[in-house]
């Protein structure tokens, strides 16, 4: 068995990537629906010329559908292979594959997207990032359906402290649409200890059909602990001290960190209404070069 540990720190992110495909092919599965089963943070950093590969997986268990049948386990897997550029100061860009498995079977193709964030800082204050996010999301799947998504990404930072928000919303189309414009929203609060871990509380939820919303019961909201290992994903300035920088915003790259270049995420979703799955399991990590 290989020990981690024991393996040179550049061949770290490799590991972990690795470590996750094998969960997410080895984790015992039923179908995961085209929706929001993967747990991902969007942020306005953008440094023009790096590039970044992105596996993100979610896992989840407790249906409402089982709750009376603990015997009969329903956990539905979904996993994300990305590739993004940061193609100018202000543009990122992001090709995304999503997969989905059934119990006793394999992977399946089930969408592809393409998502872009265009950075606007230049008119916010240092301690605040903005920028908007917009997502067309074609389904390959004879279940799922296509969809575009666009909405503000804002991230504050305070000291060690940060917050990220995605108020985003959403509009389907084509087969199996749905009726209505749908709000679907994400947040991230973190404390960093450090350069290579940080902890943090992540909430993520989804409204269908603002204009004719469903009773809270009927919504999905969840919310739980994520650890952060290395670099926190698109966070790449921290208030840390360096020598000859004291106490300023530093970029990490600048000081040709090893863990700058990879990040691994880990953490505990849990549902806060009864149409939401009671537990959610989110393994997220990337490359950035």
């Known amino acids: 068995m290989i020990d981690l540990f024991q393996c040179p720190r550049r061949w770290a992110p490799l590991y972990t990537l690795a470590a996750l495909a094998a969960q997410a092919c ?4 039923d179908r995961a629906d085209a929706g929001h089963e993967i747990f991902h943070i969007f942020t306005p950093m953008i440094e023009r010329g790096h590039w970044g590969l992105e596996l993100n997986n979610g896992f989840q268990s407790g249906f409402p559908d089982q709750r009376d049948e603990p015997d009969d386990a329903d956990v539905r897997s979904a996993s994300e292979f990305g590739l993004h550029a940061d193609l100018t100061d202000f543009w990122m860009t992001k090709v995304a594959l999503d997969f989905e498995r059934e119990v006793g079977g394999h992977y399946e193709l089930a969408a592809v997207a393409s998502e872009n964030v265009f950075r606007m800082d230049k008119w916010t ?11 067309l999301s074609a389904a390959v799947s004879s279940e799922g359906t296509n969809s575009i998504e666009f909405g503000p ?17 959403e509009k389907t189309f084509g087969q199996n649409r749905e009726e209505g414009l749908a709000f679907v929203y994400a947040y991230r609060a973190t404390y960093s200890f450090s350069d290579l871990f940080s902890i943090g509380v992540e909430g993520y939820g989804e409204i269908e059909d603002i204009e004719n919303a469903p009773p809270t019961s009927d919504q999905l909201h969840r919310m739980g602990p994520v650890l952060y290992f290395g670099t926190v994903h698109g966070m790449d300035n921290h208030t840390h001290d360096h020598e000859g920088h004291g106490s300023e915003l530093v970029n990490l790259h600048e000081l040709e960190l090893d863990h700058a270049e990879w990040y691994a995420e880990i953490g505990v979703l849990f549902g806060l ?11 997220n990590a990337g490359l950035h070069f």
């Open 153 to 169: 990404v804002v991230t504050l930072t305070s000291g060690s402290m940060a917050l990220a928000l995605n108020p985003f919303f």
């Open 125 to 135: 204050p240092r301690s605040i990032d903005v920028g908007w996010f917009t997502s």
């Open 26 to 29: 080895l984790w015992p599965t």
């Open 273 to 283: 209404t009864d149409n939401t799955s009671d537990t959610a399991l989110k393994l």
